[in-house]
């Protein structure tokens, strides 16, 4: 016998309300790769001022005739006023400091072995699950967010998903210098809703590929690296750094002042790989006097939404492309410039490692934070693209 109408319609209720039951979401472990070689701006001077001398002097008469211009020398204390870096860690250091090549080089590897990416995602997300209590075999996401693929198909992230050993799905993503935020959006919004239990959300930014090392205004940039993250579930998390997620905040507004023209229609357009557009170029100025209010009133709206202010937030992981950018926006929110324990910086170290760079600021600078400690996670780049991730220590 059919139950009455009420009970029916309670019990429909009922299974809608488990439908869309939300879980409690937290960030429980973080992995790092680092790429095995370093180049510092001495070293990186030196290459660069060789390559500019070749040029001038291959050059000569068309530089006197002007119709080509010549090639300024860099210098250490011009790349460290601009940006803040120091060195940079990447993959290959003997192409770049060839002032012939000025670009990495990496040996080919047949479809059996595995990619690149793949290699270096597969170690920081072992460091990541390490740090979760986690097994390869309790994740059922992983997302491969960064700002260049090694290659359209297949994906990177299911590559690395079946050499971890972990089920579910995967799926690569490409927001630029915010792949890694807006990757743990759709991880943490994943699991909120159920659709997965535990994520990987993991960056393999491999920058030194897609750098004009021969271009002075931008050849000190970028360095290779690669994070990890796990989010899972609060209730069933093991981890004792557990780093509950109070609010996500994405937003994108298109610009043409950080651009890379390189893709699948450049062979069809008979292009020279060489081409300058087909590297990675700003508007440096531009950027920065664009971005800068743009990240600042979005972390001010995104904090105050959720019931707080920038003076209640103990720490800032910005996203780390240039010193002066964030010394800017620490002081637009707090309303005086913020010291190394409220916005750490990696930068100097690692130099901008894309989507990477505000992930590497939580991995090295959360350890000392107590019980009930808010922060912001920021990344901002080419789009022009913010993501941000409130957390509570826990």
Known sequence: MSPPGDACAIFAVTQLERLFDMHNVVITGTGLWVAPEVISNDELVVAFNAYAKHFNEENAAAIAAGSVAAVAESSVEFIEKASGIKRRYVVDKAGVLDPARMRPHFSPRPDEALSLQAEMGVAAAKQALAAAGREAADIDMVICAASNMQRPYPAMAVEIQGALGAGGYAFDMNVACSSATFGLEQAINAVKSGSAKAALVISPEICSAHLAWADRDCHFIFGDV?????????????SDNRWEVLGTKLATSFSNNIRNNAGFLSRCEDRDPADRDQLFRQEGRKVFKEVCPMAADHI????????????????FWLHQANLAMNQLIGKRLLGHEASADEAPVILDEFANTASAGSIIAFHRHNADLKAGDIGVICSFGAGYSIGSVVVRKS
């Not at 001010?300 to 720490?315: H, S």
């Open 300 to 315: 001010a709206g995104q904090i105050e939404a959720l019931g707080f202010n920038a003076a209640g937030v103990r720490r």
């Open 226 to 238: 690669c994070t990890a993250l796990v989010v899972e579930r609060a209730e069933t998390a093991q």
